[in-house]
């Protein structure tokens, strides 16, 4: 399957012009997994929460998206170098260059004071026999 991923930036430059800005990129993928990680309302700082893979292996791509008041931090392959997602905030890797990412884990940074959730949509490839 090949899966395009566009970004549209929308906004207002210097001297008040519209502009719009889209990103392109492509992959090839066999498998996917898309969901929401429910968040509850007061889930104590520290807990973390698996992004479900399903039957993708590899992830060649993936995007979050922080629906909480809250912001979280984001462990790719267990590394304990984070990157902190700001409350609405998206985060997207995507590209046939993206290094093996075989588990994603979101951390809430606080005690969260209502229920959220984390979109996510993983692409990539499936277990080789």
Same mark, same amino acid.
């Given at each position: 399957m090949?899966a395009?991923?566009?970004?549209?930036?929308?906004?207002?430059?210097? %001297?008040?012009?519209a502009?719009?800005?889209?990103l392109?990129?492509? $992959?090839?993928?066999i498998?996917?997994?898309? %969901?929401? $990680?429910?968040?509850?309302?007061a889930a104590?700082?520290?807990?973390?929460?698996?992004?479900?893979?399903?039957t993708?292996?590899?992830?060649? %791509?993936?995007?979050?998206q922080?629906?909480t008041?809250?912001?979280v931090?984001?462990?790719?392959?267990?590394?304990?170098?984070v990157f902190?997602?700001q409350p609405g905030?998206i985060l997207?890797?995507?590209g046939?260059?993206?290094?093996?990412?075989?588990?994603?884990?979101v951390?809430?940074?606080?005690?969260?004071?209502?229920? %959220?959730?984390?979109?996510?949509?993983?692409l990539?490839?499936?277990p080789?026999?």
């Amino acid at each position: 399957m090949q899966a395009t991923s566009t970004l549209t930036l929308r906004y207002v430059a210097p %001297g008040n012009v519209a502009s719009v800005l889209s990103l392109n990129t492509e $992959l090839e993928y066999i498998a996917s997994a898309a %969901g929401f $990680l429910d968040i509850p309302a007061a889930a104590a700082d520290g807990t973390s929460y698996a992004v479900p893979f399903g039957t993708v292996a590899a992830a060649k %791509g993936y995007v979050l998206q922080n629906n909480t008041d809250q912001a979280v931090e984001v462990s790719i392959n267990a590394s304990e170098d984070v990157f902190t997602l700001q409350p609405g905030g998206i985060l997207v890797q995507q590209g046939q260059a993206v290094s093996t990412v075989t588990s994603i884990s979101v951390i809430t940074t606080a005690l969260t004071t209502e229920q %959220g959730t984390v979109a996510y949509v993983v692409l990539g490839d499936t277990p080789t026999a």
